[in-house]
């Protein structure tokens, strides 16, 4: 026995409130991120990942006051993102009590930004999130890199990109399949695979979870180091609990 | 009313573990001040130290030589009960192998390595670097600070650097991650962790409980 696999539940939230999520049209009010945060950790969660979807600078005073809120009463790692574009707003995030700070656009547009945070924050608390779309299927499959919500393409290719990140610091990839996310069909665990046996630092795999089985699949098949799913929990479909006997069942380690 | 320091070099997130000392002496009914702190005169006066870290060791030991930060460590493992956290605990160590090789405070015996790039389990799996998530903690031999808290929990560590020491009278809990590893030490007035109890939920509130009602010296 050793080092088990991590469930992480995400909370997509806008101004204040948990919402699922990004890519859906009608955006369902799931709660007040505080009482939505102790609940899983209660159920066992072995993260937190906090995400500001809006990201907007009005919003940020809210977002900083929660993640406060959050981390005084939740000791289980906590994951920020949103909006992460500087130095400051990583400081800022940190001394709100986040204990990694997940950077996703900025990092596209500003590689050595990556590079920067890691060095002065250390990798450990680095995560960069990276959205990749497949465009090409089969033995010759292949991801790009996306932005802004799934929509422009970069011509960055997404397995090289991982590597690049790590190289420039990252500590952890969250790896989002653009193509899953909101379907609730699963991960691309093609996908998965391939990220996760290319990069040294562990694999977040995210977009798609809909059934327990599915969590599962994201380690048996994908081979990643932790799952994250956000809708399955909100709406109470499953506890956190359950999650992870379904992963033990499947002869995953899992901390119960 | 009894007095807490958290020592502050300026590296990394200390709002986790003074919340999380907060948190349990508020459950457990103590009346506790938690000072997060470089002042060697709060330090000295405070009735229990915390020495947390996080980052690469070179910047950790610049900062805490240029604050004297290991005079304050040293004279107060010699009265008073300290728990030290991942770099923290790896600070305490004659020297690790991190940023090209750089000398640490030498207040407990033994060395800081590197994990390597091939780490492997027993059937051949390759192994993540940092080491990271919840891992089993073997306790290696009875403490206060083990005291409720089952054989084997899992606790929370990230680090791609680990302690080795020959001294196995030293050793209080082992993990398992591809090699055998120290995962806290426990020598007189010290204790010391690689894995974070402040973010390790229940197992982790119940040790820094312990560490609030200990007086040192196991």
């Given at each position: 026995m050793g080092l088990a696999r991590r469930i992480i539940p995400c909370l997509d939230c806008d101004n204040g409130r948990v919402v699922k999520g990004v890519r859906f049209v009608d955006i369902r009010d799931a709660g007040d991120p505080v009482e939505v945060s102790k609940r899983y950790c209660d159920e066992g969660a072995d993260e937190v990942t906090f995400l500001d979807i809006a990201a907007s600078h009005e919003g940020r005073a809210t977002t900083v006051e929660t993640v406060r809120d959050i981390a005084a009463q939740v000791f289980i790692p906590l994951t920020v993102g949103g909006g992460i574009r500087t130095l400051d707003d990583i400081r800022m995030m940190l001394n709100a009590g986040a204990d990694k700070v997940a950077i996703n656009t900025a990092a596209v547009f500003d590689p050595p930004f990556v590079r920067a945070a890691s060095e002065r924050f250390g990798s450990q608390c680095i995560v960069v999130a990276v959205d990749a779309k497949r465009v090409a299927d089969g033995a010759e499959s292949k991801w790009e890199i996306f932005t802004h919500g799934g929509r422009k393409p970069t011509g960055i290719d997404a397995v090289e990109w991982c590597s690049r990140m790590v190289d420039y610091g990252a500590g952890e990839i969250l790896l989002t399949s653009m193509d899953r996310d909101g379907t609730k069909e699963g991960f691309d665990n093609q996908l998965n695979r391939v990220v996760s046996s290319t990069v040294r630092v562990p694999v977040i795999a995210s977009g798609g979870v809909g059934a327990l089985e599915h969590l599962a699949e994201g380690v048996l098949e994908g081979g990643v180091d932790a799952v994250l799913a956000a809708s399955i929990f909100h709406f109470r479909e499953f506890t956190i609990?359950?999650?992870?006997?379904?992963m033990a069942a499947r002869g995953i380690e899992v901390r119960l | 009313m009894s007095t807490l320091a958290v020592i502050d070099y300026g590296m990394g997130n200390l709002h986790s573990v003074a919340k999380a000392v907060e948190h349990v002496a508020r459950e457990l009914s103590l009346e506790l001040e938690v000072a997060v702190t470089a002042d060697a005169q709060i330090i000295a006066r405070a009735d229990r130290v915390i020495f947390p870290g996080v980052g690469a060791i070179r910047d950790c030991m610049a900062e805490i030589n240029r604050l004297n930060v290991g005079e304050m460590v040293a004279e107060a493992m010699q009265t008073r009960p300290v728990l030290a956290i991942c770099v923290g605990m790896q600070a305490l160590m004659e020297y690790s192998g991190e940023n090209g090789g750089v000398d640490?405070?030498?207040l407990v015996?033994?060395?800081?390595?590197?994990?390597?790039?091939?780490?492997r389990d027993a059937a051949g799996v390759w192994l993540k670097v940092p080491h990271m998530g919840w891992n089993e903690v073997r306790q290696f031999r009875e403490h206060p600070l083990w005291e409720g808290v089952p054989d084997g929990s899992r606790f929370y560590f990230v680090h791609s650097y680990y302690i080795q020491t020959e001294r196995d009278d030293?050793?209080?809990?082992?993990?398992?991650?591809?090699?055998e590893m120290v995962a806290a030490i426990a020598d007189r007035n010290i204790f010391a962790t690689q894995f974070h109890p402040e973010k390790s939920q229940k197992a982790g509130l119940r040790l820094l409980g312990n560490f609030l009602r200990w007086g040192g010296e196991a």
């Open positions: 609990e359950q999650a992870k006997r379904h | 640490c405070l030498g015996p033994g060395r800081v390595r590197y994990f390597g790039e091939e780490l030293l050793v209080a809990g082992t993990s398992r991650y591809g090699k």
